[in-house]
């Protein structure tokens, strides 16, 4: 049985002219610069790309890839900022913050999954980027679709005003909260200091400030019984909060970096594995642009259309 958290298909965006984004690395404290010759950066990238879908597709994981060849989106290859979607037909476009990311909005992205799923929306908040309104999709919010909580860091990728603004319009509840990692520098995406599964969370919760609401988070996160693991900030930096649950075709897998698996203790991983499989993929220089697995992966939360019969 499918968990509403778990998706059993996404989108992934296959980087051509991959590169560390210039227009992100004053606020993204996970990106680091790659020294290496461009095309051999570029290659690498690729590679490890076809690697994940492999793998994914391996474990019973529908993977819709899509080319970009484009050399002016650097981040191509990490689609969940840009839309998501969700049960009863509905699709969110979002606005985003850096420039040349607003150049990865694909409407042939949306027309494929319109072909292929049952779409009843498209809300498209992308024109508030005019105002200086950012919500960078599930990059910013990390969705609870169980018990419907947006969990939302404060950051300029996330205005107040729009995640009300989703929140009401996709009846989640929102839960923002200020995080810094160990320097003082604020978290810019929540996904990459929390995971949300249906059984269980992995979180960082030494990075939320406020005491109060480290509590408030914790508790909300355990309610229904699931298992709330702690992160230290050296597995946050080794992108262990930065991983997404997904239905294979043996159950819930969860899809995260080799970098991020190994930074995992025993202990952790027990815990993890109560509830779902590890997948760990290997996508180092990917990860150099400050992203990781979860970023790659735009679930698909849409019902499939029938498939139609030839006369």
């Known amino acids: 049985m499918l968990s509403a958290q778990a998706p059993a298909a996404v989108v992934m ?47 019973g994981i529908t993977v819709h890839d899509f080319d970009d060849t484009g050399t002016a989106t650097p981040d191509s290859v990490f689609p969940n900022n840009w839309f998501s979607t969700h049960t009863g037909g509905h699709l969110a476009v979002y606005p985003m913050f850096p420039e ?35 919500l960078e999709g599930t990059g910013a919010m990390v969705l609870d679709h169980i018990f419907r909580v947006a969990y939302t860091v404060q950051s300029n990728r996330a205005d107040p005003v ?24 604020s978290v810019y995406h ?22 109060d609401r480290r509590a408030q988070v914790m508790q909300r996160l355990a309610e229904g019984g699931r ?10 930096d080794n992108f262990a909060g930065n991983a997404f649950e997904l239905s294979g075709n043996d159950g819930l897998i ?15 991983l027990n815990r993890i594995e109560q509830h779902a499989t590890p997948l760990p993929l290997a996508v180092p220089t990917i990860e ?5 697995v979860r970023c790659m ?5 849409l019902a499939r259309r029938p498939e139609q019969k030839a006369p």
């Open 254 to 268: 969860l899809a995260l970096s080799e970098t991020a698996f190994n930074a995992l203790t025993p202990s952790q």
């Open 227 to 236: 298992d709330v693991i702690s992160l230290t900030h050296d597995q946050i």
């Open 162 to 185: 729009i995640l009300e603004r989703f929140c009401t319009h996709f009846n989640y509840e929102p839960m923002a909260f200020a995080a810094a990692d160990n320097s003082g520098t």
């Open 13 to 59: 965006v296959r980087p051509h002219h991959f590169t560390s984004n210039p227009q992100t690395l004053g606020d993204n404290g996970f990106q680091s610069k790659d020294t290496r010759n461009p095309s051999e950066i570029s290659s690498l990238a690729r590679a490890e790309f076809d690697g994940m879908v492999s793998k994914l597709r391996n474990a």
């Open 288 to 292: 150099t642009a400050g992203g990781s």
């Open 100 to 134: 040349n990311r607003r150049l990865e909005r694909r409407w042939d992205i949306i027309e494929t999954l319109k072909t292929e799923y049952r779409v009843q929306d498209v809300i498209d908040f992308s024109g508030l980027e005019q105002d200086g309104v950012f």
């Open 297 to 301: 992966l735009a679930g698909v939360h």
């Open 190 to 211: 929540t996904n990459v200091l929390m995971t949300v599964g249906t059984g269980y969370a992995l979180i960082c919760d030494a990075m939320i400030t406020d005491h």
